[in-house]
């Protein structure tokens, strides 16, 4: 077979993908990566074949700009996305003008930016070019899924967190339909029913959900997703790495890792990484840092303590630690899941917050919203993560639901068997 892989070019949203493709070309098949020519280094660095499309966009060299996410996200709008009330507590958000209100921004402000037009074409040229069987989209990249309507080949949604966006467009539809036809707007039809037709197909709902979904989310943290659901076990890969002398040798007290993500900052919060390593540095603890040299420069006189790191790959690191303290990211987290690790999220808004509360519940790990993220209360809570052997406990039913899931060796027979039916079917 031959199969198209399409991707925003953010590595995290990636690299959970990158163990299917190997898989898939483990077992004899085709593979190519589709994605901004931001995406191309990764991509060929991964020892995947990349084919770029569009233009140069707002991430570049493996560098998160925060100007250029600003730009592409608009006025204010990755605020709103940000604080939006995923967790479905309150009604408003979750009304019908609520929701409309939400399908705007994402459309607007983020299907629309990942997806300009130059992107489409290009991938449905491509598309048609190269005639993939099969083509697997990371959640936002619905040019993925148009590529495979118009040439008619399956295609999957590929989901590594919570579906909090797929559940969204859910409660949408519900509402849309419950509104008088007069009034029933769909900013979603709207924009991709106009792109079909400029290219000469039409609009169908697995533009938004795939033809099924592929999801690396531990099951009993799933959100249910519209459609079937393949699961698929996450693989941990954190990019071309070299192990660090100094992780080759046993721990000498209790390992903590702290890892904030590419931005290195604690998002809705004046607590600062120095705080709150100022803050660890009574407890018998070695706290290894990930931190770059302008920020490391900028905290001043370290606490003994403390080992500060540039980068070292999570997937190494973590196997030596007895807890982690980090912002949420998907590789942070479900790294730290596959090796039973348990976790303090510092949640800050999209899904990080509702996944670290259910994390908490299955006693795997905490939650700490990060506006509450005081130096003292992460000292706390890491002291409990140490000091409660149900964490541990929890953080190791968690691992082990996580490693009984599918492998992608294991996948690659599954989708050679759904595109074998599609094609019987046709």
Not at 62 to 85: C, H, I, K, R, V
Not at 107 to 114: K, P
Request: aromatic share 6%; charged share 20%.
């Amino acid at each position: 077979m031959k199969i198209l892989f399409a991707s925003m070019p953010h590595p995290t949203h990636f690299q959970p993908m990158l163990p299917l493709a190997w898989a898939l070309r483990a077992a004899g098949h085709e593979v190519r990566v589709m994605g901004h020519p931001d995406l191309t280094e990764t991509t060929t660095g991964s020892g995947m074949t990349a084919v770029p499309v569009g233009e140069p966009g707002w991430y570049r060299n493996d560098t998160y700009e925060p100007e250029l996410y600003g730009q592409l996200m608009g006025n204010g709008a990755s605020d709103f996305l940000g604080t939006f009330d995923w967790p479905m507590t309150d009604a408003a958000a979750w009304s019908w003008e609520g929701l409309l209100g939400l399908e705007k921004v994402l459309i607007s402000a983020l299907y629309a930016g990942i997806n300009n037009d130059p992107v489409i074409d290009e991938m449905v040229a491509y598309a048609r070019h190269w005639q993939p069987d099969l083509v697997i989209w990371e959640q936002l990249t619905v040019a993925g899924a148009v590529a495979a309507e118009l040439i008619g080949v399956p295609h999957a949604r590929f989901v590594y967190g919570l579906d909090f966006i797929g559940r969204a467009r859910e409660e949408f539809l519900h509402r849309h339909d419950e509104q008088p036809v007069a009034h029933r707007e769909d900013p979603t039809r709207e924009w991709l029913e106009e792109t079909m037709h400029r290219l000469g197909g039409t609009w169908t709902e697995r533009l938004r959900t795939g033809g099924f979904t592929i999801s690396t989310s531990v099951p009993s943290t799933r959100l249910d997703s519209a459609g079937p659901v393949e699961s698929l076990r996450y693989i941990p890969y954190n990019g071309p790495s070299v192990v660090p002398d100094w992780l080759r040798k046993p721990a000498e007290r209790k390992r903590v890792c702290l890892t904030l993500g590419l931005s290195n900052e604690i998002e809705n919060t004046t607590t600062t990484v120095g705080d709150i390593l100022a803050g660890l540095a009574d407890l018998d603890v070695e706290v290894v840092a990930t931190l770059s040299a302008d920020d490391a420069a900028g905290i001043g006189r370290l606490p003994d303590n403390v080992r500060l790191v540039d980068f070292v790959p999570l997937h190494d690191l973590l196997p030596t630690c007895a807890a982690i303290v980090h912002h949420g990211g998907i590789g942070s987290r479900l790294t730290a899941v596959h090796h039973g690790v348990p976790q303090l999220v510092l949640g800050h808004g999209y899904d990080t917050l509702m996944i670290a509360r259910r994390q908490e519940e299955l006693e795997a790990g905490l939650a700490l919203p990060a506006d509450s993220a005081t130096a003292d209360a992460v000292r706390d809570h890491v002291a409990r993560l140490l000091d409660e052997p149900r964490f541990a406990a929890g953080a190791a039913r968690m691992r082990d639901e996580l490693l009984a899931q599918p492998s992608p060796a294991d996948m690659v027979a599954t989708l050679e068997r759904l595109v074998g039916e599609q094609a019987e079917a046709a």
